[in-house]
């Protein structure tokens, strides 16, 4: 056997497709509406910053290494017990954090065809497969999924609501998918838009994590709470597979400042019904200007919208991008995921929003 002549990565890891976040830039001269990446234009509660800010003085010491007042503040919100809880630098962190630790060569894990990128990436990281379950009508399939768990399945991933579609299953829906799991098969429930829900048949899964032994819950602060650069994200699970996770995280994996910022967030909850009021009227306003030029818009719960566009030369997604990049209007591609005919918009300022409309209608000489 002839020795390589530099370091490899094991087998797997060069087929992963290193994740792209959305374009944060305009051409030069031109107003910036970044709507590519799904930040809140109302930015962070002044009561964060100012949390934030506290830390100036102190950057020279560790932060906790169990952000116990973070975790706190989240339980006192939820009323849930702060032992369950785990946070991580993004929920994106634990989503890696449990395939880490649950998934490991020739495992199996499951996802929805136009689920979040980092599932499959987290799958591959970890020596698992990967397997991508079709969706109905851009919204998750739990017969589906159900079919296409094996013996080889340790996790099911679920993002509910879904990026980049908008859609969402029901808590009935949720239940019944947990039901049909083997009891050994871990149900992942990824919910980093549930505070922008308005439905009263959804639920995040907080219900659902505190009766079973094999589910798990994650959220996040880079939504609607506005701190998306502090990277805080937190899950809720039973004990023993928060303890399993305790012991393969990072010590201080939560920075100071996103422990301070993040309880304080949470806290403001003047802030976050702003936010939601925010969403709900530009989330239906955008969604019906749209439309009346033409274009398909998925249905979302979230604070986003997954625009379609036509084949026809001259009118599709591509060129609708560059057409709104030119004029500082970035949104997201998501051929990714599988959408190359559409395009992701972030519900932005009211400004943003009007801009984006009127440019729309002018690419489609409407």
């Given at each position: 056997m002839t020795a390589a002549s530099r370091?490899?990565?094991?087998?797997?890891?060069?087929?992963?497709?290193?994740y792209v976040p959305g374009k944060s830039a305009a051409p030069?001269?031109?107003?910036?509406?970044?709507?590519?990446?799904?930040?809140?234009?109302?930015?962070?509660?002044?009561?964060?910053?100012?949390?934030?800010?506290?830390l100036a003085g102190k950057l020279e010491l560790y932060p906790d290494g169990s952000s116990t007042k973070l975790k706190q503040a989240i339980a006192g919100r939820y009323?849930?017990?702060?032992?369950?809880?785990?946070?991580?630098?993004?929920?994106?962190?634990?989503l890696e954090l449990v395939t880490k630790?649950?998934?490991?060569?020739g495992d199996e894990g499951v996802f929805t065809e136009h689920g979040f990128l980092v599932y499959r990436i987290a799958i591959l990281a970890a020596g698992g497969k990967p397997v991508v379950v079709a969706e109905k009508n851009y919204t998750a399939d739990v017969d589906a999924i159900l079919a296409a768990v094996t013996p080889k399945t340790k996790i099911v991933f679920?993002?509910?609501?879904?990026?980049?579609t908008g859609t969402y299953l029901p808590f009935d829906e949720v239940k019944r998918l947990h039901a049909g799991l083997p009891s050994n098969v871990m149900l992942v429930l990824d919910a980093a838009y549930a505070e922008y829900v308005r439905r009263n048949d959804y639920a995040s899964g907080l219900e659902l994590v505190a009766e079973s032994e094999n589910v798990v819950m994650t959220r996040t602060f880079s939504k609607i709470y506005g701190l998306a650069n502090l990277r805080i994200g937190?899950?809720?699970?039973?004990?023993?597979i928060i303890d399993a996770l305790e012991r393969i995280r990072g010590p201080f994996n939560v920075?100071?400042?996103?422990?301070?910022?993040?309880?304080?967030?949470?806290?403001?909850?003047a802030h976050v019904a702003a936010a939601i009021e925010h969403n709900d009227k530009w989330l239906a306003w955008t969604s019906a200007e749209l439309e009346k030029l033409g274009l398909t818009v998925t249905p979302s719960v979230g604070n986003f919208i997954l625009i379609h566009f036509p084949t026809t030369p001259g009118r599709t997604a591509k060129e609708a991008d560059a057409f709104l990049t030119q004029r500082g209007l970035i949104l997201r591609g998501v051929g990714a995921y599988g959408?190359?005919?559409?395009?992701?918009?972030?519900?932005?300022?009211?400004?943003?929003?009007r801009l984006v409309v009127a440019a729309l209608a002018e690419f489609l000489g409407a």
């Amino acid at each position: 056997m002839t020795a390589a002549s530099r370091p490899v990565p094991r087998p797997g890891v060069l087929d992963i497709e290193a994740y792209v976040p959305g374009k944060s830039a305009a051409p030069a001269g031109v107003k910036l509406h970044k709507l590519s990446s799904n930040e809140t234009p109302l930015g962070p509660s002044r009561k964060a910053i100012e949390a934030f800010a506290g830390l100036a003085g102190k950057l020279e010491l560790y932060p906790d290494g169990s952000s116990t007042k973070l975790k706190q503040a989240i339980a006192g919100r939820y009323g849930l017990d702060s032992a369950r809880i785990i946070c991580g630098n993004g929920s994106d962190e634990l989503l890696e954090l449990v395939t880490k630790g649950y998934i490991g060569e020739g495992d199996e894990g499951v996802f929805t065809e136009h689920g979040f990128l980092v599932y499959r990436i987290a799958i591959l990281a970890a020596g698992g497969k990967p397997v991508v379950v079709a969706e109905k009508n851009y919204t998750a399939d739990v017969d589906a999924i159900l079919a296409a768990v094996t013996p080889k399945t340790k996790i099911v991933f679920l993002a509910n609501p879904n990026n980049p579609t908008g859609t969402y299953l029901p808590f009935d829906e949720v239940k019944r998918l947990h039901a049909g799991l083997p009891s050994n098969v871990m149900l992942v429930l990824d919910a980093a838009y549930a505070e922008y829900v308005r439905r009263n048949d959804y639920a995040s899964g907080l219900e659902l994590v505190a009766e079973s032994e094999n589910v798990v819950m994650t959220r996040t602060f880079s939504k609607i709470y506005g701190l998306a650069n502090l990277r805080i994200g937190w899950m809720y699970g039973p004990a023993h597979i928060i303890d399993a996770l305790e012991r393969i995280r990072g010590p201080f994996n939560v920075n100071g400042a996103a422990i301070e910022a993040g309880a304080a967030a949470i806290a403001d909850e003047a802030h976050v019904a702003a936010a939601i009021e925010h969403n709900d009227k530009w989330l239906a306003w955008t969604s019906a200007e749209l439309e009346k030029l033409g274009l398909t818009v998925t249905p979302s719960v979230g604070n986003f919208i997954l625009i379609h566009f036509p084949t026809t030369p001259g009118r599709t997604a591509k060129e609708a991008d560059a057409f709104l990049t030119q004029r500082g209007l970035i949104l997201r591609g998501v051929g990714a995921y599988g959408l190359p005919g559409a395009l992701r918009m972030t519900i932005g300022s009211e400004e943003a929003n009007r801009l984006v409309v009127a440019a729309l209608a002018e690419f489609l000489g409407a």
